[in-house]
């Protein structure tokens, strides 16, 4: 009987050190099994975002970020009957003839090809006529300036000067100089092929040196024109402000615009916040009512008033309608804004359907959200704190409910490293935001640019 017990005692303690493991098991287990839910969640966030990935259709970014084989792009523009291409009433454009061509050239049959009678003293009758336009072999035309000396009846000796710009013994003319950099800044040209073009086109050889240092010249000449350009956007009541990234010499900088639909200023500077905006307009934005996307440097200018940029407004709230399909706020939110850029564009806003519009916007404020839509929540608080800057394109006609021009401005810079790769150097970033300026200024006042910098390069450098 006690060897029984014995045994019965000895599986009892055997058991209760099976229990004691196993319950050290389950509470290890319970412990890796909370960790695992951690790094499940952790991953799962962080997914999300490669689940409805930001491109250049629902977000500010720039087309160059978005991932290759996108889905079908999606345009902010709602579908329409119309079909592609010109529409009825569009003014098409096509070669026509010249009244006065240059040379014509004459051409009769001299005689007949029935019986072979000869034709040649008879009068023609006019029944058709074509015209080709062509250029001219291009020659390089060089102009030798002589000094003459003339001695006086009275003994002085007469020494005659060089013209103005004649500075060298040999150098360029104005026109190379505007045509350098017209290629460079307009049209994009690398330094190096530009210098091949100006040889094989033009047969004038011109070094890359001899290339930066006509820029620079140009820079210089434009200095004056420049700063007017500056000067008359911040006389302008309404001013579309803009910036981007910008590769000088592998480091980066901002490019920066302030501009309205009859001039565009562009600077480069190494800051992008509020330092900048100071260094540039230095006589500060109190007059003007700044048109921008919601970097927070522009409303700490002390502007009059500010208009958020709508399109970008819209590409966010469809990046949040695309993540959140089962909430429907963005979805409202959008609807809400698009229903007033049609009420502009129709010249259709009356005083009551923009209250119905601040209203509906109010509410969408301060409307509750689902929490798990962090990204809804955050958009939404954004627009409780820049609430006054959203309509205001609809209480003011010279207003524009979006920022475009200036993202054209700035795009510019965007496609020159495109080409380039990158600005060697600040000087050279500035001298193409110097003479962009006067380009993209002339663009707008219907001004061919090309004549507008060769004005420009008639101008005397005040310091050689």
């Given at each position: 009987?006690?060897?029984?017990?014995?045994?019965?005692?000895?599986?009892?303690?055997?058991?209760?050190?099976?229990?004691?493991?196993?319950?050290?098991?389950?509470?290890?287990?319970?412990?890796?099994?909370?960790?695992?839910?951690?790094?499940?969640?952790?991953?799962?966030?962080?997914?999300?975002?490669?689940?409805?990935?930001?491109?250049?259709?629902?977000?500010?970014?720039?087309?160059?970020?978005?991932?290759?084989?996108?889905?079908?792009?999606?345009?902010?523009?709602?579908?329409?009957?119309?079909?592609?291409?010109?529409?009825?009433?569009?003014?098409?454009?096509?070669?026509?003839?010249?009244?006065?061509?240059?040379?014509?050239?004459?051409?009769?049959?001299?005689?007949?090809?029935?019986?072979?009678?000869?034709?040649?003293?008879?009068?023609?009758?006019?029944?058709?006529?074509?015209?080709?336009?062509?250029?001219?072999?291009?020659?390089?035309?060089?102009?030798?300036?002589?000094?003459?000396?003339?001695?006086?009846?009275?003994?002085?000796?007469?020494?005659?000067?060089?013209?103005?710009?004649?500075?060298?013994?040999?150098?360029?003319?104005?026109?190379?100089?505007?045509?350098?950099?017209?290629?460079?800044?307009?049209?994009?040209?690398?330094?190096?092929?530009?210098?091949?073009?100006?040889?094989?086109?033009?047969?004038?050889?011109?070094?890359?040196?001899?290339?930066?240092?006509?820029?620079?010249?140009?820079?210089?000449?434009?200095?004056?024109?420049?700063?007017?350009?500056?000067?008359?956007?911040?006389?302008?009541?309404?001013?579309?402000?803009?910036?981007?990234?910008?590769?000088?010499?592998?480091?980066?900088?901002?490019?920066?615009?302030?501009?309205?639909?009859?001039?565009?200023?562009?600077?480069?500077?190494?800051?992008?916040?509020?330092?900048?905006?100071?260094?540039?307009?230095?006589?500060?934005?109190?007059?003007?009512?700044?048109?921008?996307?919601?970097?927070?440097?522009?409303?700490?200018?002390?502007?009059?008033?500010?208009?958020?940029?709508?399109?970008?407004?819209?590409?966010?709230?469809?990046?949040?309608?695309?993540?959140?399909?089962?909430?429907?706020?963005?979805?409202r939110m959008s609807a809400l804004i698009t229903n007033a850029l049609c009420l502009r564009r129709e010249n259709d806003v009356t005083k009551t359907k923009e209250e119905q519009i601040l209203t509906s916007f109010a509410d969408l404020t301060i409307e509750p959200i689902n929490q798990a839509c962090k990204e809804v929540i955050v958009f939404q608080k954004r627009m409780v704190k820049y609430a006054d800057y959203v309509f205001n394109f609809l209480q003011n006609k010279d207003i524009p409910p979006d920022n475009n021009g200036s993202e054209r401005a700035i795009r510019n810079f965007k496609v020159k490293l495109k080409v380039s790769g990158f600005f060697k150097s600040f000087q050279?970033?500035?001298?193409?935001?110097?003479?962009?300026?006067?380009?993209?200024?002339?663009?707008?006042?219907?001004?061919?640019?090309?004549?507008?910098?060769?004005?420009?390069?008639?101008?005397?450098?005040?310091?050689?």
């Amino acid at each position: 009987m006690i060897e029984q017990f014995s045994i019965l005692f000895a599986r009892i303690d055997g058991l209760l050190d099976r229990i004691d493991y196993l319950e050290s098991e389950i509470s290890r287990l319970g412990s890796e099994n909370q960790s695992l839910r951690g790094q499940v969640e952790d991953l799962t966030k962080r997914l999300s975002k490669y689940e409805t990935p930001k491109n250049s259709q629902n977000s500010s970014r720039p087309p160059s970020s978005d991932f290759p084989k996108l889905a079908k792009t999606q345009s902010l523009r709602e579908p329409t009957l119309k079909k592609p291409g010109g529409q009825p009433g569009h003014e098409g454009s096509t070669l026509r003839m010249v009244a006065t061509p240059d040379i014509t050239e004459q051409h009769t049959p001299s005689y007949c090809i029935c019986c072979g009678e000869d034709l040649s003293s008879q009068k023609g009758c006019l029944t058709g006529k074509r015209q080709v336009i062509d250029l001219p072999p291009i020659i390089p035309i060089v102009t030798e300036h002589q000094l003459f000396d003339k001695r006086c009846k009275c003994g002085h000796i007469n020494k005659a000067s060089y013209p103005v710009g004649v500075t060298a013994p040999v150098s360029y003319g104005e026109n190379v100089q505007a045509l350098i950099a017209y290629l460079s800044v307009r049209q994009f040209i690398p330094i190096k092929r530009l210098s091949e073009f100006m040889s094989d086109a033009f047969g004038v050889p011109v070094s890359t040196g001899g290339i930066d240092y006509i820029l620079g010249k140009m820079t210089k000449k434009a200095s004056v024109v420049y700063e007017s350009i500056r000067e008359d956007v911040l006389k302008n009541a309404v001013v579309g402000a803009d910036e981007t990234g910008v590769n000088i010499n592998g480091k980066n900088n901002w490019a920066w615009t302030f501009q309205y639909e009859k001039a565009t200023f562009l600077a480069v500077h190494p800051n992008r916040g509020r330092k900048a905006i100071e260094e540039i307009m230095p006589e500060g934005l109190q007059n003007n009512i700044l048109v921008t996307d919601c970097w927070s440097s522009y409303f700490k200018t002390g502007a009059v008033s500010h208009q958020l940029c709508t399109a970008h407004l819209l590409r966010e709230l469809t990046f949040l309608k695309e993540k959140y399909k089962a909430d429907t706020w963005a979805t409202r939110m959008s609807a809400l804004i698009t229903n007033a850029l049609c009420l502009r564009r129709e010249n259709d806003v009356t005083k009551t359907k923009e209250e119905q519009i601040l209203t509906s916007f109010a509410d969408l404020t301060i409307e509750p959200i689902n929490q798990a839509c962090k990204e809804v929540i955050v958009f939404q608080k954004r627009m409780v704190k820049y609430a006054d800057y959203v309509f205001n394109f609809l209480q003011n006609k010279d207003i524009p409910p979006d920022n475009n021009g200036s993202e054209r401005a700035i795009r510019n810079f965007k496609v020159k490293l495109k080409v380039s790769g990158f600005f060697k150097s600040f000087q050279g970033a500035v001298s193409y935001a110097t003479i962009r300026s006067v380009i993209d200024t002339a663009i707008k006042n219907s001004q061919n640019p090309l004549e507008i910098i060769k004005l420009i390069a008639q101008c005397e450098v005040a310091t050689e």
